[in-house]
């Protein structure tokens, strides 16, 4: 079992910046993939970033540029750095960690980019 916590969601302007986190209750050397999706309401979830083995990285490509995927090894924790956030930024944020074939996620946090 995996448990994420996220964290650092909220509401800002456009072209504002916001850092979310995800703690995982496990090491994250032991997850296979670890990273960020987001839901908008009446859409898909989809991609943001995440951590794939090796530590690569995968950006969706609307995101490339102006999000950034980090991590800190000792906390076991996965940040997502947002910024020149635009309205069509907003969503529902989860973290997600893929280890052994099972996908866990976290309960999710707001963005919400105003005009």
């Known amino acids: 079992q995996v448990q994420l916590v996220e964290s650092g969601g909220g509401s800002v302007q456009a072209g504002g910046s916001l850092r979310l986190s995800c703690a995982a209750s496990v090491s994250i050397f032991s997850i296979n993939a670890m990273g960020w999706y987001r839901q908008a309401p009446g859409k898909q979830r989809e991609l943001v970033a995440v951590?794939?083995?090796?530590?690569?990285?995968n950006y969706a490509d609307s995101m490339k540029g102006r999000f950034t995927i980090s991590r800190d090894n000792a906390k076991n924790t996965v940040y997502l750095q947002m910024n020149s956030l635009k309205p069509e930024d907003t969503a529902v944020y989860y973290c997600?960690?893929?280890?052994?074939?099972?996908?866990?996620w976290g309960q999710g946090t707001q963005v919400t980019v105003s005009s």
């Open positions: 997600n960690a893929h280890k052994l074939d099972t996908d866990y």
């Open positions: 951590f794939t083995s090796g530590s690569r990285t």
